[in-house]
């Protein structure tokens, strides 16, 4: 029964944190959703300056999946070459929460919370009321993440959690793959990698495993906007390419993972941070590879 309700606050947990994420896109969307479109629109036309849209947008509105969607829409009059350019800077683009989120910040979540509540009950403007949304889905982020720390804490010595956490450190390849899984079902490699963070936080999965889930994630992200972008033919050249550069960079660094993850430990001490810092170089990594040669 202990292992159940266990289960149910992890799972809890980890809705807060999607709902989070959510009404952080949704009020970045509402606010500045056609903005970020022309944006877009504008850089169709050079893979430099759609890697640059790509990173923009997406690291604004913190969904690759939503930026792919939007390149989807855009179907008519690009063509593949921009449209995957675009496609890397979004990859890039989603790290930035993450890269924030990393360090100890959960203390500021009944702030943000209370900011956004002022802005949202008192805004006299649609903006200003999309932008309280905004602070509360950060807020409530920051506290889906404190939570999952105490959560950690609590059980991570249950025997339940301990065989699922030692299964994922001695099969890092069906880890990854279950990590890629996870991420398409939420729809948010963000969501995935701050709840592997807060694992390697904890210590109670060993950063090698961290490591090549936050591969999984990566990979798995990326058959959203692939599934989701209809029948019209036009608009599923793009799609396609971002899942499978991604898959050639997952599995020849999953290859070399062994070597990689004691580099990330010597460089930084603190494993939610060398989470975050790989999942930054990874797309880093597979931009400076792909773009080139798109």
């Known amino acids: 029964m ?9 799972a809890g947990s980890v809705a807060l944190l999607l709902w989070g994420v959510h009404m952080v896109q949704s009020g970045i969307e509402r606010a500045f959703g056609p903005d970020l479109r022309r944006i877009l629109a504008r850089a169709v036309g050079n893979r430099w300056r759609g890697f640059l849209a790509g990173f923009l947008v997406t690291g604004t509105l913190q969904s690759s999946t939503a ?30 929460i993450v890269q ?8 500021a979540a009944p702030l943000c919370i209370l900011v956004g509540f002022l802005f949202f009950s008192r805004g006299v403007r649609t ?7 905004v602070a509360i889905g950060l807020g409530l982020m920051l506290l889906a993440l404190k939570l999952l720390f105490s959560l950690v804490d609590a059980d991570a010595n249950a025997p339940s959690f301990r065989l ?3 299964a994922l ?8 793959l279950i990590s890629a899984v996870l991420a398409w079902a939420m729809h948010s490699s963000v969501a995935t990698v701050l709840l592997i963070a807060s694992f390697a936080a904890k210590g109670v999965v060993p950063l090698p495993a961290a490591l090549a889930l936050v591969l999984g994630a990566n990979f798995g992200t990326a058959l959203n906007p692939l599934f989701e972008s209809g029948a019209d033919l036009r608009a599923e050249r793009g799609p396609p390419g971002n899942p499978s550069n991604r898959a050639l960079s997952f599995f020849w660094r ?11 430990m010597a460089t930084e001490a603190s494993p939610a941070r060398a989470v975050a810092d790989f999942h930054t170089l990874f797309n880093l990594a597979m ?5 080139p040669i798109l």
């Open 67 to 96: 930026t792919g969607l939007m390149v989807a829409g855009f179907a008519a009059f690009i063509d593949p070459v921009p449209a995957l350019a675009i496609m890397l800077g979004a990859n890039v683009g989603t790290t930035v």
């Open 254 to 264: 999953l290859l070399f993972l062994k070597w990689i993850a004691p580099l990330m």
């Open 100 to 107: 924030l989120l990393s360090f100890n910040v959960t203390a």
């Open 169 to 176: 450190a001695k099969e890092p390849v069906a880890g990854a």
């Open 2 to 10: 202990g292992a159940i309700l266990g289960f149910l606050d992890l």
């Open 164 to 166: 699922l956490f030692d």
């Open 287 to 291: 931009a400076g590879l792909f773009l």
């Open 127 to 133: 903006r200003q009321r999309d932008l309280g949304r």
